[in-house]
T-cell receptor, first 113, second 112 residues
Framework: AQSVTQPDARVTVSEGASLQLRCKYS??????LFWYVQYPRQGLQLLLK??????VVQGVNGFEAEFSKSNSSFHLRKASVHWSDSAVYFC???????????FGAGTRLKVIA | DPKIIQKPKYLVAVTGSEKILICEQY?????MYWYRQSAKKPLEFMFS???????DNQTASSRFQPQSSKKNHLDLQITALKPDDSATYFC???????????FGPGTRLLVL
């Protein structure tokens, strides 16, 4: 069965520092990959997605992610975080012909001054 | 303006009662979905509809019944509510069932 692992339940970083949130998937085929963000008391917002091509994809608000087939990973990065980036970040996958998303457990990001 | 509307935002229900969660999307999408987010589990896929037809049902219990009265509506009826049903229920939609999904703000359900 396909699964998504976000190994870090909580991450705390200082404002202005760089960020990496980790995501690994488990499947024999390369899925479609997504990162969503959930701000407090709000729904999920799409940050970026990867279907194919350049393994580094750019998203909104300065976020980017890098796909690695050899590592089955899709890590999210940001060069300099802002306090407003504090939120829960979800990695998700889907597969051709199977449109349901499988989500990771999420990583709660706290940005401190 | 919100493109995916979920009503109500918060819902408190008693065990054994029945509730309907409303979802309307104004994105012109043809596929709609329900997901559940509880304290104990990550976001879980429940149902998907495409052109108002059920495509996939990953919910074991028949107490959960989606209802699509219009192309841009996918409501979720939950009967015989249990405390374990307490969760936030998210509606999502996509252009087709192969495309990126966009999520509504959720309905937070508490069953006492």
């Amino acid at each position: 069965a396909q699964s998504v692992t976000q190994p870090d339940a909580r991450v705390t970083v200082s404002e202005g520092a760089s960020l990496q949130l980790r995501c690994k998937y488990s499947s024999s085929v390369t899925p479609y990959l997504f990162w969503y963000v959930q701000y407090p008391r709000q729904g999920l917002q799409l940050l970026l997605k990867y279907y194919s091509g350049d393994p580094v994809v750019q998203g909104v608000n300065g976020f980017e992610a890098e796909f690695s087939k050899s590592n089955s990973s899709f890590h999210l990065r940001k060069a300099s975080v802002h306090w407003s980036d504090s939120a829960v970040y979800f990695c998700a996958v889907s597969y051709t012909g199977n449109y349901k998303y499988v989500f990771g457990a999420g990583t709660r990001l706290k940005v401190i001054a | 303006d919100p493109k995916i509307i979920q009503k109500p935002k918060y819902l408190v229900a008693v065990t054994g009662s029945e509730k309907i969660l409303i979802c309307e999307q104004y994105l012109g999408h043809n596929a709609m979905y329900w997901y559940r987010q509880s304290a104990k589990k990550p976001l879980e896929f429940m149902f998907s509809y495409s052109y108002q037809k059920l495509m996939d049902n990953q919910t074991a219990s028949s107490r959960f019944q989606p209802q699509s009265s219009k192309k841009n509506h996918l409501d979720l009826q939950i009967t015989a509510l249990k405390p374990d049903d307490s969760a936030t229920y998210f509606c999502a939609s996509s252009q087709t069932n192969q495309d990126t999904q966009y999520f509504g703000p959720g309905t937070r359900l508490l069953v006492l």
